[in-house]
């Protein structure tokens, strides 16, 4: 369907599942209590783990090496960017949640080390 329509329509049709709604329950409340960032992934889990008291030397293979544009490169057109910012709030916010906590864990991480 996206190659059929300009992204810019396909965004506002597509009836995409938020992250948001994964991650929490229908009441609202966060049900996992642990995420990582997939972009940092290795490194994410690593640390999880390792705050978990599980100790663990490999690495997670990664095999989409694939450099993504940022979404601003994606959708250059105001009003629809405007419009996926406000349907998307709640997962940019739970994305900018789990940057903190993340960034608490390497904190404690080099505290500790």
Do not use: A, C
């Not at 960032?37 to 030397?57: C, E, F, M, V």
């Not at 405007?82 to 709030?89: A, D, E, G, I, R």
Request: proline share 4%; hydrophobic share 30%; net charge positive.
């Amino acid at each position: 369907m996206p190659k059929i329509l300009p992204l810019e329509i396909y965004v506002v049709i597509y009836p995409m599942k938020t992250s948001f709604e994964y991650f929490h329950d229908r009441n609202g409340e966060r049900i996992v209590k642990y995420l990582g960032r997939t972009d940092h992934l290795s490194d994410d889990l690593l640390l999880i783990l390792n705050y978990l008291g599980i100790n663990y030397d490999g690495k997670i293979p990664h095999s989409n090496k694939t450099q993504h544009r940022t979404w601003r490169e994606h959708v250059r057109w105001k009003p629809i960017r405007s419009y996926l910012v406000k349907k998307y709030q709640r997962d940019i916010e739970l994305y900018r949640e789990i940057e903190r906590s993340m960034k608490g864990l390497e904190e404690r991480e080099s505290d500790n080390s």
